[in-house]
């Protein structure tokens, strides 16, 4: 069976994480930047005053003008994610995180280590711990799983059997596939609101007529896409940071301070000489909050000019003042160099290339997660409908 644990509203409890005294009054994140003015994540008695998340900023305060707004906290997140992450893992669950707040796993590893499915899922409520609310569901497939998940309490578990997959899944909203707005809403209008009603439309119909996004959650909604779970390999705990005795907000002065946490990683002893393949640098803001970005390098290096080129330009966008600036080492490498040739190798000019390319491969794989680079297979070149002549299949070698 494959469990997906589902955490609503993960960005605000980790905010929230340590301050019980605001849990009971009617809080939201503040809308991002590049959010169209839209709230985040609120509590629960915000949503008792009618206040939803993804609703404009100045409708969420005219319905709850004693709403109050929560900065942002990226690097808190972050933090409070990988304890999470960790805590699962450390009574033998290994997880695939999807986002913050949504991870899968496979539970028959685990299962005649706690002698059966229903206590598997408890001990993983019970490692999270009730602060978060868990939302686990355990199902045949991956966004059955997810479905169980979104409709199941707060600290519960729902398990659908796999002979029952279809019937659970058919009176669902649209809202738990994933699908643009644009697409979902046309359906509405031609009548199409339950994941039942979209299953029994023809798989060419909902790909030459409703387009591409239509035709992947119907895939999704039949259980026609192969579902499998990896679980992450070990995160890496190397980390520096520097804390200001006041406010900077120099940028040649946080550059600097960069160029010192780079060399003191490049030094860390639990490094070993390998390279680093991806990377992350955090700040801790004056007026509350963070600030947090991460970088993916084009090939694994221990290059100071490589590292700094990669981060350095991104001090930039820092929004305010600087209380502490840290930097993390997320994936390293496996290797610890890199063999050049002297000559052209006997399999021929192609070797360098598909070095190259399988590099490439590590370095987007590493960005995106597991699942993301995939091949095209054909299985029927003689189809009319074009999504049918061929498959994506995972590539994860």
């Given at each position: 069976m494959i469990a997906c644990l589902l955490i609503p509203g993960f960005e605000l409890r980790a905010v929230l994480a340590g301050r019980d005294e605001l849990l009971n009054r009617p809080l939201a994140l503040e809308p991002l930047p590049v959010s169209d003015n839209?709230?985040?994540p609120v509590t629960a008695k915000a949503a008792e005053a009618g206040v939803r998340p993804g609703m404009r900023l100045g409708e969420a305060?005219?319905?709850?003008?004693?709403?109050?707004l929560l900065e942002p906290d990226p690097a808190r997140i972050e933090v409070e994610w990988e304890h999470l992450l960790r805590r699962l893992e450390d009574v033998g669950i290994a997880v695939e995180p999807e986002e913050p707040g949504c991870l899968y796993f496979e539970t028959r590893h685990v299962e005649r280590l706690y002698r059966g499915l229903e206590q598997v899922l408890e001990r993983a409520i019970l490692a999270v711990g009730p602060f978060w609310e868990p939302r686990l569901g355990a199902a045949a497939r991956r966004f059955a799983a997810l479905a169980a998940a979104g409709v199941a309490r707060g600290g519960q578990a729902l398990i659908v059997p796999e002979e029952q997959t279809d019937e659970f899944l058919a009176p669902l909203p649209l809202e738990l596939l994933p699908m643009p707005a644009p697409e979902r809403q046309r359906l509405q209008e031609l009548g199409v609101r339950t994941i039942g009603q979209l299953t029994v439309i023809p798989g060419g119909a909902a790909g030459e007529r409703l387009g591409k996004e239509v035709r992947r959650a119907w895939e999704l909604a039949r259980g026609e896409r192969a579902s499998r779970v990896l679980g992450?390999?070990?995160?890496?705990?190397?980390?520096?940071?520097?804390?200001?005795?006041?406010?900077?907000?120099n940028e040649l002065?946080?550059?600097?301070?960069f160029s010192v946490l780079v060399e003191r990683l490049l030094a860390r002893p639990e490094r070993g000489g390998r390279f680093i393949r991806s990377l992350a640098l955090s700040a801790r803001l004056a007026g509350g909050g963070s600030w947090r970005r991460k970088a993916t390098?084009?090939?694994?290096?221990?290059?100071?000019?490589?590292?700094?080129?990669a981060l350095s330009s991104k001090l930039a966008e820092i929004p305010s003042p600087v209380l502490e600036l840290g930097l993390e080492l997320e994936t390293l490498a496996e290797e610890t160099g890199e063999q050049?040739?002297?000559?052209?190798?006997?399999?021929?000019?192609?070797?360098?290339l598909a070095a190259k390319l399988?590099?490439?491969?590590?370095?987007?794989?590493?960005?995106?997660?597991?699942?993301?680079?995939c091949s095209v297979v054909e299985v029927a070149p003689w189809s009319r409908?074009?999504?049918?002549?061929?498959?994506?299949?995972?590539?994860?070698?």
């Open positions: 839209v709230i985040g305060l005219s319905v709850c003008p004693r709403l109050c992450r390999s070990p995160a890496c705990e190397i980390a520096e940071s520097i804390a200001f005795p006041e406010a900077v907000a002065t946080l550059r600097r301070t390098l084009r090939q694994p290096s221990a290059e100071r000019g490589r590292i700094s080129a050049l040739q002297l000559a052209a190798a006997g399999h021929g000019p192609g070797g360098e399988a590099q490439g491969l590590k370095q987007v794989r590493t960005s995106t997660g597991s699942g993301s680079v409908i074009p999504e049918a002549r061929a498959l994506l299949v995972p590539r994860d070698e």
